[in-house]
């Protein structure tokens, strides 16, 4: 007779023996696999799940941001689980170092059993660009494919798992990086989120922002040659033009006026946060958006290394599902890039002592209701 105190054991819980069972690969018997198949099977399903844990906590943060508006309070736990999903990327970035115990040729003993399959097919890594907005125009081919999604079709060109998972994805709605940007273009600049206070503000950071270029000039470029400082001035009046041309928004003509102004709003929100972090109401939101682009840092970290142990097993031959195999790894890295605004402010932020002083401080510090 079971005993009702004992309650569930550890191995019903986590499904042991399911688990323990799934590392067969095309073969009927787990005996017919070798030490070595085993190991890149056991590494890929472990990806798997670290995946549909990454996946759970973008549906979360992407929710919140979903509300109009977001609550403050759901800000620090938004920010947890982006750090949670960094965590995860740091220790999967670690996890290629065990399939570099595969020497080349442990590898090709098994490795004409994967031709037709890719890491490329990886459906949950395709829902995580999905849902954190990478735009299908930087996608790159794998195998000379019209769409990312046509490699996710079954053999026999019927809809596969895979292909239905990106599909539901894809009809999930606005990814994290529309419902992020759309917060920011919420968010009021000093008080105000009226267009012509927007812009005041701006212009306010820009005339700083070119004092204290003017500044670096002045400082490291006095002992200069001549020729030198000449460089030297070109070098930062690139820099002034590129601030100007980011806050006013002279990249994103091709949008209607509405979806333009937005935008402005939202650059010029990055950098009042970025710039005001000390304000105790921005310093959840400033966490945030640190936080994404750890995110991002992380998952391109994890692409390179990935890229790394493919080149130091099999070299640069092509991959199993027909790809470019290294420089098809190696080209997603440099060109899957989501949050370009998050990055771009951090070459304009300016010396504390030159920050466009704030008009209405209060309306950042804590609200203390009586």
């Known amino acids: 007779m079971t005993n009702p105190r004992r309650g569930i054991n ?76 960094v965590t995860i990327f740091e220790i999967a970035t670690a996890h290629w170092k065990v399939v570099e115990t595969l020497t080349t040729r442990d590898y090709l003993a098994f490795r004409d059993q994967l031709v037709g399959a890719s890491g490329f097919q990886s459906a949950q890594m395709r829902q995580i660009e999905i849902i954190l907005g990478l735009d299908d125009s930087k996608r790159i081919s794998c195998a000379g494919e019209a769409s990312y999604k046509e490699a996710l079709r079954d053999q026999d060109g019927e809809k596969s798992p895979a292909f239905l998972r990106v599909d539901q994805q894809l009809a999930s709605g606005p990814s994290f990086r529309s419902a992020l940007y759309d917060w920011l273009a919420r968010t009021p600049i000093d008080g105000s989120s009226e267009e012509a ?10 005339a700083s922002h070119e004092a204290q270029a003017r500044q670096l000039i002045e400082s490291s470029g006095g002992a200069l040659p001549q020729m030198d400082r000449e460089l030297l001035e070109k070098r930062y009046q690139r820099d002034i033009d590129h601030a100007r041309a980011f806050l006013e928004g002279h990249d994103l003509a091709n949008l209607p006026d509405a979806e333009q102004a937005k935008r402005r709003h939202s650059r010029a929100a990055l950098v009042f946060i970025e710039s005001h972090r000390e304000l105790p109401r921005l ?79 209060e309306d950042y510090r804590f609200r203390i209701e009586d």
Request: proline share 3%; net charge negative; hydrophobic share 40%.
């Open 197 to 206: 206070d927007v812009r005041a503000y701006t212009g306010a950071f820009l």
């Open 10 to 85: 550890y191995w019903d819980y986590i499904r042991v023996e399911e688990l323990l069972a799934l590392q067969s690969g095309m073969h009927e018997q787990e005996s017919d696999v070798s030490n070595d198949e085993v190991l890149f099977i056991t590494v890929h399903q472990v990806y798997e799940l670290w995946f549909k844990l990454i996946l759970r906590e973008l549906e979360h943060v992407r929710s919140v941001f979903r509300q109009n508006p977001v609550p403050d309070q759901a800000l620090s736990a938004a920010a947890r689980s982006l750090r949670r999903c």
């Open 283 to 361: 310093t959840w939101p400033r966490e945030l958006i640190e936080t994404t682009l750890s995110l991002e840092q992380a998952m391109i970290i994890w692409r390179q290394r990935h890229a790394r142990m493919v080149e130091q097993v099999i070299g640069r031959r092509t991959g199993t599902g027909g790809s470019g195999g290294v420089d098809y790894l190696d080209a997603t890295a440099q060109s899957y890039r989501i949050f370009n605004d998050l990055w771009a402010v951090k070459t304009l932020l300016l010396k504390s002592d030159l920050t466009p002083s704030l008009s209405r401080p």
